[in-house]
T-cell receptor
Framework: QQQVKQSPQSLIVQKGGIPIINCAYENTAFDYFPWYQQFPGKGPALLIAIRPDVSEKKEGRFTISFNKSAKQFSLHIMDSQPGDSATYFCAARSLQGAQKLVFGQGTRLTINP | NAGVMQNPRHLVRRRGQEARLRCSPMKGHSHVYWYRQLPEEGLKFMVYLQKENIIDESGMPKERFSAEFPKEGPSILRIQQVVRGDSAAYFC????????????FGSGTRLTVV
């Protein structure tokens, strides 16, 4: 099944809090898991990505946690700022066929000052 | 080094007209992917092209939609006889490699059918 399920659909956090966005997948043929950030009126931009042989990856204030056995991965944003308010998409790359990215439904994140 | 260029940014078409969306990939990128984003929804894959070849069109509606990536010039997504349900943001991404690494998205074309 070529699906990635993302939750929550929307999230409001106070400045300095740690929003967590979760994704789950079923297809074991996924081998690359990026997160994209999208601001209104803009295209998605790559934020951070992980491979399944690693359980955690940090880049600045952004961390991906990956649980291969549970087929779940999540994005954590440390010390969140109002400028982090955006829509976040998880994605997974399929090894099958055209090896395209399959996206989750998106999470609209609002960081209140 | 310009990013992925999409034009027009906004396109308004009346029902029954044709819509042509253009995508110029980043320099050195020969793989182009088109995605559609409906309001409040995620990105849905439509088609994957390399120069002069359609590699995967499994996400394209069977009728009215077509795509090309000629040897010279931008990739074109064509929607014939548009209907209100075609109103969406259409994003193009390019990549230097097959397989999703290094996807860079354009800013999209927002199509409104009236």
């Amino acid at each position: 099944q070529q699906q990635v399920k993302q939750s929550p659909q929307s999230l409001i956090v106070q400045k300095g809090g740690i929003p967590i966005i979760n994704c789950a997948y079923e297809n074991t043929a996924f081998d690359y898991f990026p997160w994209y950030q999208q601001f209104p009126g803009k295209g998605p931009a790559l934020l951070i990505a992980i491979r399944p042989d690693v359980s955690e990856k940090k880049e600045g204030r952004f961390t991906i946690s990956f649980n291969k056995s549970a087929k779940q991965f999540s994005l954590h944003i440390m010390d969140s700022q109002p400028g982090d308010s955006a829509t976040y998409f998880c994605a997974a790359r399929s090894l099958q066929g055209a090896q395209k990215l399959v996206f989750g439904q998106g999470t609209r994140l609002t960081i209140n000052p | 080094n310009a990013g992925v260029m999409q034009n027009p940014r906004h396109l308004v078409r009346r029902r029954g007209q044709e819509a042509r969306l253009r995508c110029s990939p980043m320099k050195g990128h020969s793989h182009v992917y088109w995605y559609r984003q409906l309001p409040e929804e995620g990105l849905k894959f439509m088609v994957y092209l390399q120069k002069e070849n359609i590699i995967d069109e499994s996400g394209m509606p069977k009728e009215r939609f077509s795509a090309e990536f000629p040897k010279e010039g931008p990739s074109i997504l064509r929607i014939q006889q548009v209907v209100r349900g075609d109103s969406a943001a259409y994003f193009c991404a390019s990549s230097p490699l097959r397989g999703g690494y290094g996807y860079t998205f354009g800013s999209g074309t927002r199509l409104t059918v009236v």
